[in-house]
C-alpha cells in the first residue's frame, strides 16, 4: 500500500528561523512528489519535483527530492508569519492518477 | 470565474440522509478528485476521474458515490450519511494526472448529526 509520512507532525519556531520539514515514501517507482500549503482553506500548490537532487526553489522556500532515499525535504528561510499553515506533501502513483497524502506537517512561526 | 468550485461550503445533515457535494471546474481538466480530510489522516483520496463516465476508488470509497456525465461536473453522493462521514471534502482536478499539479476546490465542510 502506498504510504507517505511526514515529520515532524507540527513544530513551533519564531519568526527569521530556518524550518525543515521532511517527507518520506513508499511508493515504488513514483512519478512525482508535490508540497502543498494549506491555511485553513484549500491546499494551494508549491512545488511538484519528478528528479532527483535538482532543487526547486521560490522565494525563500526550497525543495528538493532524493528518489534513491525516497524522501524530500522542504525548507523555509527566513520564516515570517504568514508561512504559518500545514504544509502536505503528496506522491503520486505509478499511473499517475492518485495523489497519496502525508498527514501534514503543522508550522506555526510565533512573531 | 475560472477555477474549480465547491457548493455548499457548509452543510449540517441528519443521519440515514442523503446528501450530493457539488464540485465544476472550468478548465476542462481531465482528471478529477474528492478527498476527505480529518484530524491525524491528512487528506485520503475517495474517488477519483479519469475523464467523462469514467470513475474509480481510492483509499475510503465505502458509503460514498460519484458520477461524471460531464468533463466539468464531479458529484459526490453520501448514499445514507453517517456520523463518521463528518469531514471536509475537497474536490480537485488536474490537467494530465501524473504530470501536472492538481488544483483544490474551497472545500465543504459537512456535519451529520
Known amino acids: 500500500e502506498d504510504k507517505v509520512v511526514q515529520s515532524p507532525l507540527s513544530l513551533v519556531v519564531h519568526e527569521g528561523d530556518t524550518v525543515t520539514l521532511n517527507c518520506s515514501y513508499e511508493v515504488t517507482n513514483f512519478r512525482s512528489l508535490l508540497w502543498y500549503k494549506q491555511e485553513k482553506k484549500a491546499p494551494t500548490f508549491l512545488f511538484m519535483l519528478t528528479s532527483s537532487g535538482i532543487e526547486k526553489k521560490s522565494g525563500r522556500l526550497s525543495s528538493i527530492l532524493d528518489k534513491k532515499e525516497l524522501f524530500s525535504i522542504l525548507n523555509i528561510t527566513a520564516t515570517q508569519t504568514g508561512d504559518s499553515a500545514v504544509y502536505l506533501c503528496?506522491?503520486?502513483?505509478?499511473?499517475?492518477?492518485?495523489?497519496?497524502f502525508g498527514a501534514g506537517t503543522i508550522l506555526r512561526v510565533k512573531s | 470565474d475560472a477555477g474549480i468550485t465547491q457548493s455548499p461550503r457548509y452543510k449540517i445533515t441528519e443521519t440515514g440522509r442523503q446528501v450530493t457535494l457539488m464540485c465544476h471546474q472550468t478548465?476542462?481538466?481531465?482528471?478529477m478528485f474528492w478527498y476527505r480530510q480529518d484530524l491525524g489522516h491528512g487528506l485520503r483520496l475517495i474517488y477519483y476521474?479519469?475523464?467523462?463516465?469514467?470513475?474509480d476508488k481510492g483509499e475510503v470509497p465505502d458509503g460514498y458515490v460519484v458520477s461524471r456525465s460531464k468533463t466539468e461536473n464531479f458529484p459526490l453522493t453520501l448514499e445514507s450519511a453517517t456520523r463518521s462521514q463528518t469531514s471536509v471534502y475537497f474536490c480537485a482536478s488536474s490537467e494530465l494526472g501524473g504530470y501536472t499539479e492538481a488544483f483544490f476546490g474551497q472545500g465543504t465542510r459537512l456535519t451529520v448529526v
Open positions: 476521474s479519469a475523464a467523462a463516465d469514467i470513475t
Open positions: 503528496a506522491v503520486l502513483n505509478p499511473y499517475g492518477n492518485k495523489l497519496v
Open positions: 478548465w476542462s481538466h481531465s482528471y
